[in-house]
Structures are given as structure tokens and as C-alpha cells.
């Protein structure tokens, strides 16, 4: 059974870090583009950030300004977002999805999971 599950979200305070985490079950998340989304109430899912199959390459949203980072974990069949310096406007539910080509459309990715949600407040 071919299964997503995202972990690491919470609350927290502005200017705090997280770490979210990928886990795939039933398929190899090396062999697709992994890419994480976002979506605030009322709000379009949105890209975040996207790495490439071979992990080579990586793209942010502009709105990121350097404060995320996407990496994977090939062993741990794994994938993650450190996320730094989170801000309000950052509170959303926060998806993991997998594909096979590279984009920022929602349309190009097959497998998703259910979504973490971070809430950034004082």
C-alpha cells in the first residue's frame, strides 16, 4: 500500500525552527521528485519547496528568502524541510508529495500525505 505520512509540525513561537519530516511506505521516495506544499484557510495549495530525483537540485518559493532548506535522507527513504525562523504568516497545513517530473503544480505530483499543521503565534 503506497502511503505518505508527514511529521513535525506543532506549535510554536515566531522566530522558532522545525524540522519536517517525509516517510514513504510502498514505493522509494528516491525515484520521484518529493516536493512540499502548504495551504492556509481560504487559501490555494501552494509550493513551498521541490528536490530533485537525484537530489541535486532544489527550488524555494521566493516567499522562503533562505530560511528553509529541503534535503534527503536516501536511507532512511526519507525527506525533510528544516524551517527557520518561522513567522505567523507561515501557519498552514503543510503537505509532502511526490512525483514524477519536476514543477510547482499541485497536478504533477501522484502521491500525497494527509499534512502536518504548524501554527506560528505568540
Known amino acids: 500500500q503506497v502511503q505518505v505520512v508527514e511529521s513535525g509540525g506543532g506549535f510554536v513561537q515566531p522566530g522558532a525552527s522545525l524540522r519536517l519530516s517525509c516517510a514513504a511506505s510502498g514505493f522509494t521516495l528516491d525515484r520521484f521528485v518529493i516536493g512540499w506544499f502548504r495551504q492556509a484557510p481560504g487559501a490555494e495549495r501552494e509550493m513551498v519547496s521541490r528536490?530533485?530525483?537525484?537530489?541535486?537540485?532544489?527550488h524555494y518559493a521566493d516567499w522562503v528568502k533562505g530560511r528553509f532548506t529541503i534535503s534527503r535522507d536516501s536511507a532512511k527513504n526519507a525527506v525533510y524541510l528544516q524551517m527557520n525562523s518561522l513567522s505567523p504568516e507561515k501557519t498552514a497545513v503543510y503537505y509532502c508529495?511526490?512525483?514524477?517530473?519536476?514543477?510547482?503544480?499541485?497536478?504533477?505530483?501522484?502521491?500525497w500525505g494527509q499534512g502536518t499543521q504548524i501554527t506560528v503565534s505568540s
Open positions: 508529495a511526490a512525483g514524477p517530473y519536476c514543477g510547482n503544480y499541485v497536478a504533477l505530483y501522484v502521491y
Open positions: 528536490i530533485s530525483i537525484s537530489g541535486s537540485s532544489t
